[in-house]
């Protein structure tokens, strides 16, 4: 047993600073930015979102409205080659795959049927062999695909996917989405933002890249994110409750709300699976949002966030937003006096 005692950080721990700017207007930023591969010949320019690849977010209906925005959706994997329309851009969707026999088999049909760009090899937990395995078996069979591959949250297992596995971007994040259980369930995590920080580092030195996948509670923590190093910011819970989302509409004493869960929740796994096997344990949970209509007001709020960060930081460019960011650890982040949880 060992015990690392340097404080790891989250989103809600850090303030970026603001500096001095020659830019004048959020209108002046440029917030696409252009993305080569290390293994893979394809080369990526777009916004540098990317929606979860939940039941609840990760849907048709979400990539084809947020493909307008240049934002990338990542399907969830129950979709089969039949459910993806051909007016999908390929360049704004990923599909999402298990590592299963059944999963590869699905995998194979819709890369057959469909135009497709980016694979992307999801499991909660990537220090399995056995997904390291599957990772580069599907790397050898599709060497011109992106891949993207996680999850995980030290950078030893982000130098073992890009050098050994073929990833050309690793998904980092373990227990910090909104409706998951983990660290609750199995006491295993990592705060995001020290683990963006730490990935990024490792994943950049070989010429790679990383998404920070949860751990987004604020607009704010997208650039905080980007900040950190994180070359793409996937994020669910926001893009939860809209009309584009997944999930139950229900209506409640005249209020509308929508059903939103983790996929390792117990509700998903009745939903999919027939119920919780009895070797696991549900590390999510169900919640119900008010509903929030058309997601592109959500989206011109998150875009708006990020361009007001570059403005206070002096970052021209999307991709500059790291070498201009400088962070400073708090106690503390908003003046809570109004918030409605305190009696005021």
């Known amino acids: 047993m060992r015990i690392d005692l340097d404080i790891k950080l989250d989103f809600s721990d850090v303030l970026l600073v603001p500096k001095r700017s020659e830019l004048s207007s959020r209108n002046e930023v440029i917030i696409e930015r252009e993305i080569k591969f290390k293994h893979s010949p394809y080369v990526w320019k777009g916004v540098p979102i990317i929606v979860s690849n939940m039941d609840t977010t990760g849907t048709i209906e979400m990539a084809r409205k947020l493909q307008d925005y240049k934002i990338i959706t990542c399907l969830h994997k129950y979709y089969t080659s ?17 590592i299963t026999d059944a999963d590869l088999e699905r995998l194979d049909i819709i890369i057959t049927k469909k135009k497709i760009n ?3 090899v999801d499991v909660a937990n990537g220090y399995s062999i056995n997904f390291q395995n599957k990772v580069k078996q599907i790397k050898e069979k599709y060497p011109d695909k992106v891949i993207v591959a996680g999850n995980v949250v030290t950078k030893e297992l982000v130098e073992e996917l890009i050098m050994h596995c073929g990833v050309d971007i690793v998904k980092v994040g373990i ?8 660290r609750l369930q199995t006491g295993v995590g990592y705060p995001q933002f020290s683990a963006v920080m730490e990935c990024a580092d490792a994943a950049h030195g070989l010429n790679c890249h990383i998404i920070s996948d949860g751990g987004i509670q604020n607009v ?27 999930g139950d509409l229900i209506e409640e004493e005249g209020k509308k709300y929508k059903v939103f869960y983790g996929m ?18 549900a590390e999510g949970k169900c919640v119900k949002l008010p509903y929030k209509g058309d997601v592109a007001g959500t989206i011109l709020n998150i875009l708006g966030g990020i361009r007001s960060t570059m403005t206070y930081i002096g970052a021209h460019n999307i991709k500059d937003i790291p070498k201009c960011s400088s962070f400073i650890r708090v106690n503390n982040i908003v003046n809570k006096i109004y918030s409605a949880d305190m009696n005021h």
Do not use: W
């Open 82 to 98: 039949d459910d993806i329309p051909d007016d999908l851009n390929p360049d704004y969707f990923m599909i999402s795959t298990g």
């Open 118 to 120: 980016f694979i992307c």
């Open 175 to 182: 227990g910090s989405g909104s409706v998951c259980t983990t």
């Open 220 to 246: 704010g923590d997208f650039s905080k994110a980007l900040g950190g190093g994180a070359d793409f910011v996937m994020c669910g819970s926001m893009f939860a409750g809209h009309t584009e989302s997944g």
């Open 264 to 281: 390792s929740s117990a509700n998903a796994m009745n939903k999919y699976h027939g119920g919780v096997a009895q070797y696991r344990s």
